[in-house]
């Protein structure tokens, strides 16, 4: 079945320093969703991208999907504590069921 | 953005009782809904997903006689754990998404349930 890896599993930071994390699937997307996970919180929807190269930015965060649709990252610049938490990615074949990536735990050190 | 709400937020069982998690859509009508399983500092396992008025489709794996999903209506579903034991202990958190929207794609997601079976 659908397989949607993270990598890094973990990554601590300084303040102000950035981040980026990959979000890698076994099959091709028709959309890609990243969510952020606070410490004992539910997710919270980030954002969507759906064409092949897109590029959206968020303030301090970057979201970018592969030109093949099998990819994602998220960069963060000059990363803050409110920062803090798991990153998740969640990508579809074109169900409405998400497929959830393994999450990349980030901690940022003041 | 849309709210779903969750209950109970936590939860404590004795081992061979049922429990049940409602999840409802409070400002938007919800044609789908999915109750996940996330065990600590691990991802979001899919469960089950839930469509208004007929049966939930379960992933692999999951036993659907031990976890009973009911979606009665468009801003109600529920997950009964039946049975359980400690091993069923874990985070549930469901996610609804809204027929309403355009895309209706994005997930909205309950606070969640934490269930401990003694």
Redesign the interface.
Known sequence: GQQVMQIPQYQHVQEGEDFTTYCNSSTTLSNIQWYKQRPGGHPVFLIQLVKSGEVKKQKRLTFQFGEAKKNSSLHITATQTTDVGTYFCAGTSGTYKYIFGTGTRLKVLA | ?AVVSQHPSRVICKSGTSVKIECRSLDFQAT?M?W?RQFP??????MA?SNEGSKATYE?GVEKDKFLINHASLTLSTLTVTSAHPEDSSFY?C?A?DRGRV??????????TRLTVV
């Not at chain 2, 895309?103 to 969640?112: H, L, R, S, Y």
């Open positions: 953005g789908t999915f996940y500092k691990q991802s979001l396992m899919l997903t692999q958190i996610s998404r895309m209706n794609t994005e997930a909205f997601f309950g606070q969640g």
